[in-house]
């Protein structure tokens, strides 16, 4: 993405943020197909990136898959804060978004997305969020919000020349040289060079090649790291697929554009989605689904390529795939800071596992939608990165709701 993109993006991302003195009154609970008077949303497509600097921390990207691009370096969440509550394996990245608000605190502000892999977690993980918030849920989807004011440590308050020369103000934290995402708070006890975010991740990189490459770290010069990027590169493998999320107004995207320019792409994930929901159609729960599956179907296929839909600020409402497992206002916590009530800021479409290359049998990872709920008034709490909460729909909700 050029400069000029880049700008645009900062500018559209900024001018869907929220005002303190504007009235959120819509909840987006209201009825699902009433979508006459709402206003054009923005949509997220991921395409490879053209420059992979783009992608970096110090040029505040939205991406998917690969590894996190941390807005706060330091102060990354560790523990059982970074593992599915299900399994207790690390959670893996899925995407961020760069969403910063028009407030001295949120200058820069990023959400990321992680999930457990799991199908089997992801059906758990329902039974969890239809009890009406529970003391402690237990969740294999987690959503972190970070921001920074415009003078903070890590960054300059001037704009970056995106050139690929612009670097941070500071370094950050080790990371695990398994995955590349969590904090890498182990060691290993041998040459003591490598970082681990979990015992797990230390084994898995033992048994792929860390057993020989410890040995040459022990013998090497400390801090050149050059076995240590050959194990991560090994590690890379457990990754997503590494996208560049782009933006575009839902207005300015018409089927004429998609067919033109991603026809080839629209068609195969055209065809993949029909294949899963044809499928399903006969497991409807009576004309409520399939009403709400005719509605998403209409709004996708002005954009079949889209993967994200970004709401905040907006009158729009998230579109659900089916009716079944939708949450009422009740469903929805308060802000677990503040106390104050959540906001639809954007959902996830199954668009993206296309790109990801996920394969569409019985036991693999799939959602109809995961829609993202933050602060709404984005507070200023003392954790770098506090929780947000994340509503995940599956094809079939689970058959007993607590």
């Given at each position: 993405m050029d400069a000029d993109a880049i700008e645009e993006h900062v500018d559209m991302i900024r001018a869907v943020g929220i005002?303190?003195?504007?009235e959120q009154e819509d909840d987006g609970f209201d009825d699902y197909?009433?979508?006459?008077?709402?206003?054009?949303?923005?949509?997220?497509?991921?395409e490879k990136p053209k420059n992979q600097w783009s992608l970096l921390r110090q040029y505040f990207p939205s991406k998917a898959g690969g590894v996190p691009a941390w807005l706060d370096p330091l102060n990354i969440p560790s523990g059982k804060?970074?593992?599915?509550?299900?399994?207790?394996d690390p959670l893996k990245f899925l995407l961020q978004v760069y969403a910063p608000i028009e407030k001295d605190s949120t200058f820069h502000r990023m959400l990321f997305v992680f999930m457990c892999p799991s199908m089997k977690c992801l059906l758990r993980d329902q039974h969890e969020q239809w009890k009406r918030q529970p003391e402690k849920p237990s969740r294999s989807v987690k959503v972190f919000r970070c921001q920074l004011?415009?003078?903070?440590?890590?960054?300059?308050?001037?704009?970056?020349?995106?050139?690929?020369?612009?670097?941070?103000?500071?370094?950050?934290?080790?990371?695990?040289?398994?995955?590349?995402?969590?904090?890498?708070?182990?060691?290993?006890s041998s040459c003591r060079q490598v970082h681990y975010c979990?015992?797990?991740?230390?084994?898995?990189?033992?048994?792929?090649?860390?057993?020989?490459?410890c040995k040459q770290l022990k013998i090497s010069s400390p801090g050149s790291g050059s076995t240590s990027l050959v194990s991560q590169k090994v590690g890379s493998s457990n990754m997503w697929p590494e996208f560049e999320i782009i933006i575009e107004d839902e207005s300015e995207y018409n089927i004429e554009t998609s067919e033109d320019n991603t026809l080839?792409?629209?068609s195969i994930l055209k065809s993949r989605v029909d294949d899963s929901m044809n499928s399903l159609m006969d497991s409807f729960q009576g004309d409520d689904d399939k009403r709400s599956w005719a509605n998403f179907q209409e709004r996708i296929a002005k954009a079949p390529e889209q993967v994200l839909r970004y709401y905040r600020n907006t009158n729009a409402k998230p579109i659900w795939p089916v009716s079944s497992g939708r949450p009422s206002k009740a469903d929805i916590p308060n802000c677990c800071y503040c106390g104050g009530p959540l906001c639809c800021e954007f959902q996830i479409l199954p668009q993206l596992l296309y790109y990801f290359g996920v394969d569409n049998e019985v036991d693999s990872l799939d959602w109809t939608t995961i829609v993202v709920y933050t602060c709404e008034a984005s507070c200023e709490a003392g954790l770098a990165y506090k929780d947000e909460y994340a509503w995940v729909q599956l094809y079939s909700p689970p058959a007993t709701l607590q």
């Open positions: 005002d303190d003195n504007d197909d009433d979508d006459e008077d709402e206003d054009p949303v923005t949509l997220g497509f991921v804060t970074s593992l599915c509550d299900i399994c207790g004011p415009r003078i903070n440590p890590f960054y300059s308050s001037e704009r970056p020349e995106y050139d690929g020369s612009h670097k941070p103000a500071s370094s950050g934290a080790a990371l695990c040289d398994w995955c590349g995402t969590w904090k890498g708070d182990k060691l290993c979990s015992e797990k991740h230390q084994a898995v990189s033992w048994r792929s090649g860390h057993k020989t490459a080839a792409n629209s």
